[in-house]
């Protein structure tokens, strides 16, 4: 540091104190105003992009709120489709049922009705048949005990006294 001291030249300090004022007034005068200004715009880049970022997270904040609500709606929505689809099965389930039951119940009051219907027709028939068959024995036993006069005579006579006591 001493040696320094002793080699100090004032002509040398001037002139690098002028060389180094210039370069300072150049660098402010020129440089120093675009250096600022590229330093301001990208500041001022920045703090756009940070706005357009914080927008967008709000954009995505409130599209995700909105496709909450819309997933909720059509879940409710979903829900009361199949609500109304089982009332809607079990109202047509019921009304086959009860269809099935009416028609059941007019197929057995049919079946009924056909059973007594040939029922009585067998019945009729049957009757007809024994009535049928009664006549032809009575005949042919009528034929057997009336086939000789004797007999035949006897069996006025009991008809006739029948006749009189009633």
Not at 70 to 79: G, I, N, V, W
Not at 125 to 152: D, N, P, T
């Amino acid at each position: 540091m001493e040696k320094l001291i002793s080699e100090f030249s004032v002509g040398l300090f001037f002139w690098q104190s002028l060389i180094f004022l210039t370069l300072l007034f150049l660098l402010v005068k020129y440089a120093w105003k675009p250096i600022l200004n590229a330093i301001k715009e990208r500041e001022e880049n920045i703090e756009n992009a940070l706005q357009t970022a914080e927008k967008a997270k709000k954009e995505i904040e409130e599209l995700q709120a909105k496709n909450q609500d819309l997933l909720k709606e059509a879940r409710e929505e979903r829900d009361q489709i199949l609500k109304a689809a089982k009332a809607t099965k079990d109202k047509m389930i019921s009304e086959a049922k009860n269809q099935a039951k009416v028609e059941g119940e007019k197929l057995i009051a049919q079946a009924r009705n056909e059973i007594n219907t040939q029922k009585n027709a067998a019945l009729t028939e049957m009757k007809q048949m024994v009535a049928s068959f009664s006549i032809e024995i009575a005949e042919k036993i009528m034929r057997k005990e009336l086939g000789e006069k004797g007999k035949q005579e006897e069996l006025v006579k009991t008809y006739l006294e029948d006749i009189k006591l009633n």
